[in-house]
């Protein structure tokens, strides 16, 4: 399954995938993902916020890249869609990194 395919599964349906790890991180009452790791090498990272020409997509590319040792190019980023993505609030100036 290709990266943008993917990007397009619900948490429920990636963890029937197969050969899939989510990486969950805990918000409030309920966990949330927020990293999605293929066994064919698929790195998506989820986030709340919306780019709104500020650069958030870019930042968090390179943040996740960084931190799993992969170019940025391996990182597929899902911003803002409320069906796969964690609530994480407004998207305002810096709070969209932090």
């Not at 090498?41 to 996740?64: E, F, K, N, P, S």
Request: glycine share 10%; net charge negative; charged share 20%.
């Amino acid at each position: 399954m290709t990266p943008s395919a993917l990007a397009r599964l619900t948490a429920a349906e990636l963890l029937d995938a197969a050969d899939t790890l989510l990486v969950y991180r805990r918000a409030g009452d309920g966990v949330e993902p927020f990293i999605c790791l293929s066994a064919v090498d698929d790195i998506i990272g989820y986030c709340g916020h919306v780019d709104l020409g500020q650069g958030i997509r870019t930042a968090l590319t390179q943040i996740v890249a960084e931190e799993l040792d992969v170019p940025p190019g391996a990182v597929e980023m899902v911003l803002g869609d409320t069906a796969r993505a964690p609530n994480q609030g407004p998207t305002i100036a810096s709070d969209s990194i932090q």
